[in-house]
């Protein structure tokens, strides 16, 4: 027999039988359109919490990286930095016990060198002037610089009084820079140039000699691969470099601890909690493939009669499948781009009310962040999930008007009675 193409016969028949049609096609719209809410709505309210309890967690606790090793020495740290699993390692080395300046009596302020990598861990990079370079240069947070009345303009006079190994200092320095001071924290920094921790050298590895003396000492921040398994990693790290992480007796024990930030990570990559939400997920499919296929098979009844003359005239049943499949997804083109957009606000709003309501932080709910991960997350989900239920949704009311008898089809009324209902 020969072939013909009729492929463009079949998309004008479609769009032109919607055209007339359209109560039901506002039904088959909104069905879908539900479902891309219901599902943007889910994934969004997911990712957004996710990363912004993430986001609350880290700006608590004043770094971002995944564990912090406490008071080692330069060679501690250059000897555990090589670990492989470790992408970045950031130092912060203190260069005063304490800060005693009058006016910082009710918020403690830390006084010390960071490397860049450090600057960006502990959020420290200056918004405005630049990093100290000279021995006398110096970068505050903005909350220390009110305490102290200073204004925040490059080059102003910075007097400081401080201890370092039980003998007090004083030195006024020059202001290069400045950052915004984190308001989850209830802790200042003063950060000096590598210059004045090179000539102060040799004060400082005398302080650090001293028992109970921070001048000296560095804190190195550790950010690994992932923020999975942070504990375990730790653990390996300080183990292959020769350092024990347990027993507090040992000469080679190093004090570390965990950013809290990243300990529910752990939680959710347990193995229960990911069939538990896999087994929600699908149930949540199910519901939403049987009430689009119901939908859609009210649509095929509906068009009975439009089918069964189609039949009549000689048109197959493949041609009639692909008729309908078309149909579906010219309502779909219109019903879920109107649901993604709906439900990815409405998840934003569930997100921030969420957050409120379970949050500890005194500004949850009053800032959602994203990243390019949790996006391609929402985006994925929102739109791939909803593409396979309306796929999967579309095949048996697909099958009906292909079996439809051309005979009967064609006695059945050109408008379904109970279509008003």
């Known amino acids: 027999m020969l072939q013909n193409n009729n492929e463009a016969i079949i998309k004008r028949l479609a769009k032109r039988k919607l055209r007339t049609n359209s109560r039901s096609n506002l039904t088959v719209v909104f069905a879908i359109a539900l479902i891309g809410i219901l599902f943007s709505a889910l994934f969004t309210m997911g990712a957004c919490t996710f ?3 993430q986001y609350y967690g880290v700006h608590q606790a ?7 090793l406490k008071s080692v020495t330069k060679d501690q740290a250059d000897k555990i930095r090589v670990n ?7 130092c912060k080395l203190f260069v005063a016990d304490s800060v005693d300046n009058s006016e910082l009596s ?9 490397d860049e990598t450090a600057l960006r861990m502990n959020f420290s990079i200056p918004v405005s002037g630049k990093r100290p370079q000279k021995e006398n240069e110096i970068i505050v947070d903005t ?3 009110e305490q102290l009345g200073i204004p925040a303009e490059t080059g102003a006079r910075v007097p400081i009084t401080y201890t370092v190994g039980g003998k007090h200092e004083k030195a006024n320095f020059v202001l290069s820079g400045w950052w915004q001071s984190e308001p989850r924290i209830n802790l200042g920094d003063i950060v000096v140039s590598k210059a004045y921790a090179d000539s102060h050298t040799v004060e400082l590895s005398a302080s650090s000699a001293i028992g109970g003396s921070r001048a000296g000492m560095i804190d190195a921040g550790l950010y690994f691969d992932n923020g999975i398994n942070i504990d375990g990693k730790l653990h390996h790290a300080l183990s292959v ?3 024990d992480w347990n027993n507090t007796q040992s000469p080679t024990y190093i004090q570390s601890e965990i950013n809290p930030a990243y300990s529910f990570i752990d939680t959710i990559i347990k193995p229960k909690s990911i069939l538990v939400l896999i087994g929600m997920l699908l149930l949540i499919i199910s519901a939403c493939y049987l009430m689009l296929s119901n939908t859609l098979r009210i649509f095929v009844r509906n068009n009975t009669h439009f089918y069964g003359m189609l039949k009549a005239l000689g048109t197959t ?3 009639l499948h692909r008729l309908v499949r078309r149909q579906i997804v010219l309502l779909t083109s219109v019903g879920l781009p109107c649901g993604l957009i709906i439900g990815l606000s409405l998840g934003e709003i569930l997100a921030s009310v969420t957050l409120a309501a379970t949050s500890t932080d005194h500004m949850a709910g009053s800032e959602i962040t994203f990243t390019i991960g949790s996006i391609l997350f929402i985006a994925i989900g929102s739109l791939l ?4 239920t309306v796929f999967l949704g579309m095949r048996k009311p697909c099958r009906m008007a292909r079996e439809i008898s051309a005979v009967e089809a064609i006695k059945a009324p050109d408008k379904n009675p109970e279509q008003s209902k």
Request: aromatic share 6%.
């Open 51 to 53: 990363e912004t309890l």
């Open 317 to 319: 049943g493949s041609q």
């Open 143 to 145: 909350v220390t610089l």
């Open 241 to 243: 470099s020769g350092y």
């Open 106 to 114: 009710k918020r403690p302020v830390e006084m010390s060198y960071m």
């Open 62 to 68: 004043g770094t971002r990286a995944h564990a912090i």
């Open 84 to 90: 492989s699993n470790i992408r970045e390692v950031g």
């Open 385 to 388: 999930i909803p593409l396979l």
